[in-house]
């Protein structure tokens, strides 16, 4: 767990005043881990430190904070719950992003110097060997989460938008979502959204491939099988980190002797996974999400970006 600046920063730019609540510590059972956490404002928040009546009460002090807080919450006598640990959460309140780099250290109560534990997390994070969040007598040291990985989806029917619904909330990956027209996309209010998406419409859609980084994952959903084929060739020559089609054995076999015709290699063809997802979980659109979201998300856990990782 790190400090994610890319999606306070959202938050801040969509409601304004936003309260965070951090896991900092906890002792024996507890619904989350350290550092899980959590933004609230007013209508609505992201993330989740889990447990129920402990996360109702957390944002609802959250909510009416307006200086940091530390509070310690021992689950089952003060809460009822059956855990039977403690926890100790750290509330902060941002009006706009704070100034941090890798890492990001302040003293959250007392007045108490900074102590050993804290100077050895941040050493350990400067040399690569932890990356871990630290608390110690009112010190808290979080290291700041990396840049997002792109993940560029093209098309907005049925399959898109169950993936992007379930990827979306994650906030592991910053989503550019491409369509023919704005009215494909879902009609998303305002006080409905958590996080943020880009949404691009393009008459003709794989006009859009030159904006897309090279170090993009891509997901191809169109309506359109021609569109789908261009994408996969323009996709080809112009670079990318992983790329999946939606799309059965029969047509993918089409697409490569296609692919082939347009003179790509038999290598190169092969860094596009077809078909996505998990076919045992079925063809339902919530059933693909879950396979492909299941199988992005490790892959960017493991470390696998920059890799020729298919999704």
Same mark, same amino acid.
């Given at each position: 767990?790190?400090? !994610? ?36 404002? !007013? ?15 957390? #944002? ?89 990985? %792109? ?22 990956? &910053?989503?550019?979502?491409? &369509?023919?027209? %704005? ?18 419409? #393009?008459?003709?859609?794989? &006009? ?21 084929? !261009? ?5 080809? !020559?112009?670079?990318?980190?992983? #790329? ?30 077809? %078909? ?36």
């Amino acid at each position: 767990m790190s400090f !994610d600046v890319q999606g306070l920063r959202d938050a801040l730019e969509q409601h304004g005043r936003v309260a965070r609540v951090v896991i900092a510590s906890h002792q024996g059972s507890s619904p989350r881990e350290t550092g899980a956490s959590m933004l609230v404002w !007013d209508g609505g928040q992201s993330g989740t430190i889990g447990g129920g009546v402990l996360e109702l009460e957390a #944002a609802r002090r959250a909510l009416d904070a307006t200086v940091t807080t530390v509070t310690r919450v021992p689950l089952g006598p003060a809460l009822g719950q059956c855990c039977g640990g403690s926890v100790t959460l750290v509330t902060e309140v941002f009006e706009c992003v704070p100034d941090v780099s890798n890492s990001y250290l302040r003293r959250v109560e007392g007045d108490a110097a900074e102590p050993l534990k804290i100077k050895r997390a941040k050493s350990q994070d400067r040399n690569g060997s932890s990356h871990e969040l630290a608390f110690d007598q009112g010190w808290l040291f979080e290291p700041v989460q990396p840049a997002r990985a %792109p993940l560029w989806v093209w098309g907005a029917g049925h399959v898109g938008r169950a993936i992007v619904d379930v990827i979306a909330p994650t906030q592991a990956v &910053d989503i550019t979502w491409v &369509d023919s027209a %704005p009215d494909r996309f879902p009609d998303r209010r305002d006080g409905e959204k958590s996080f943020v998406i880009n949404e691009l419409s #393009a008459i003709n859609i794989p &006009d859009a491939v030159p904006h897309a980084p090279r170090d993009a994952h891509h997901l191809i959903l169109t309506y359109s099988h021609v569109f789908d084929l !261009d994408l996969c060739h323009r996709l080809l !020559d112009h670079g990318f980190a992983s #790329a999946g089609l939606i799309g059965s054995s029969t047509k993918w076999a089409r697409f490569r002797s296609r692919l082939q015709t347009l003179g790509h290699t038999d290598a190169q063809i092969s860094r596009i996974q077809c %078909p996505i997802g998990q076919p045992d979980l079925g063809k339902h659109p919530q059933a693909i999400a879950v396979g492909v979201a299941s199988e992005l998300l490790m892959s960017l856990q493991t470390k696998t970006l920059g890799k020729d990782v298919a999704v």
